[in-house]
């Protein structure tokens, strides 16, 4: 790095990987992969070809043909746990601009604004893309969160 502007470009790509973006990938997990369907981990059997006797077994149930290709129970059950444990918010935990001193009080109170630009954003029904169908609202780059399973808040530190 040779000038200033490239030290506080630098530092706010690190910032930005080891936070917000760290947490929604982190947080997001479960909410988007905890109904395993959505996601399995594994594929036991390849796509059957086009007039092969496995393809007319598949043509005629693939609800049950898809079952029979995606993981186990017990590796299902395995999975979950661990993406449900990654994906929960301690009772301890800090976030984003929660600390002592007169600069992080300034940078809370501009998340606390950030997050209040969202709310709004995501009760707007006009903004198709923030209020689908499914009336599931983005939550994953509000600042704060609770304890548990929130699918929201970026902590102040990391811990993977």
Request: glycine share 6%.
């Amino acid at each position: 790095m040779q000038t200033r502007e490239e030290l506080v470009e630098a530092s706010a790509t690190l910032i930005w990987i080891a936070s917000a973006l760290h947490a929604t990938i982190n947080f997001g997990q479960y909410p988007y992969g905890g109904l395993f369907l959505n996601r399995p981990t594994i594929s036991r059997r390849f796509m059957p070809a086009k007039g092969s006797p496995e393809y007319d077994v598949l043509a005629k149930n693939p609800e049950k043909e898809f079952l029979k290709t995606i993981t186990g129970k017990k590796e299902t059950l395995i999975d979950l746990t661990v993406i449900e444990i990654l994906s929960r918010h301690t009772s301890d935990e800090f976030y984003l601009g929660q600390r002592d001193g007169e600069a992080f009080k300034r940078f809370g109170k501009n998340l606390e604004e950030i997050e209040k630009k969202l709310i709004e954003k995501n009760n707007d029904e006009t903004l198709r893309n923030r209020y689908g169908p499914t009336k599931m609202p983005y939550t994953l780059l509000y600042p704060s969160s609770e304890e548990g399973l929130t699918f929201r808040g970026i902590p102040n530190s990391i811990s993977i």
